[in-house]
C-alpha cells in the first residue's frame, strides 16, 4: 500500500528559535541541538514546540552530542503533557557540512518519518535559513537527505508560535 508523503509546516518561530538554542553551544565550538514536538493530522505534521536540552544527561562536543535515556524520558513526559510527540531534531555541525555523520544515522532516532536537520557553522548565524542546512527523513530504514526541490516541497515554513520547552537539570 502506497502512502502519501509526510509534508512538514515548520514555524519560522521554531527555526529561529532553534538556531539561538544551538549557538550557545556554537559560540564554544561544540555541537548544539533542539527537538522538535508535534502533531500529526492528514499526513501533514505541525512542529508546535521546541525543547532545549539542559543538565548532565547530555553531552555536547565539538564533534559529537549524545543525549542520556534518562533526559530523553524527560522529553516524552512533556510530550505526553502537551499531547504531541517527537518528530525531528535539527542539531549543528562544524563549518558547511550538513550531511548526517555515520554516527548520526547510526544511533539518531531511526522512526519512518523522522526529520534530522543539519545546520552548519555550529548554528553562530542567527538568520541560518533552512536551505542552508541539510534536511534528512528516516524512509523505508534509511536515513535519506531531501534534495532542493524535494525539501522545498515538504518541509513548508510557517508562521505563528511555538512553544519552547526546557528539560534537564535547570541549576
Not at 25 to 44: H, K, P, Q, S, T
Not at 77 to 90: E, T, W
Not at 139 to 168: F, H, K, M, N
Amino acid at each position: 500500500m502506497m502512502t502519501a508523503p509526510i509534508i512538514w509546516r515548520l514555524p519560522k518561530a521554531a527555526m529561529t528559535a532553534s538556531i539561538s538554542e544551538m549557538a550557545r553551544d556554537g559560540a564554544r565550538g561544540c555541537e548544539g541541538v533542539a527537538l522538535w514536538l508535534g502533531r500529526r493530522f492528514a499526513g501533514i505534521v505541525t512542529v508546535t514546540h521546541v525543547v532545549a536540552l539542559r543538565g548532565a544527561g547530555i553531552t555536547r562536543c565539538p564533534d559529537r552530542l549524545s543525549i542520556s535515556p534518562e533526559l530523553l524520558n524527560e522529553v516524552t513526559m512533556l510530550a505526553i503533557r502537551a499531547g504531541v510527540y517527537l518528530v525531528g531534531q535539527i542539531h549543528s555541525h562544524p563549518s558547511t557540512w550538513v550531511d548526517l555523520s555515520e554516527a548520526d544515522k547510526r544511533y539518531g532516532i531511526r522512526v519512518h518519518g523522522f526529520l534530522s536537520v543539519v545546520a552548519p557553522d555550529f548554528a553562530r548565524r542567527p538568520n541560518t535559513a533552512l536551505a542552508e542546512c541539510g534536511v534528512h527523513i528516516f524512509d523505508r530504514g534509511a536515513w535519506r537527505r531531501l534534495g532542493a526541490i524535494e525539501r522545498t516541497c515538504r518541509v513548508i515554513a510557517a508562521t505563528g508560535d511555538v512553544s519552547v520547552e526546557q528539560v534537564g537539570d535547570m541549576s
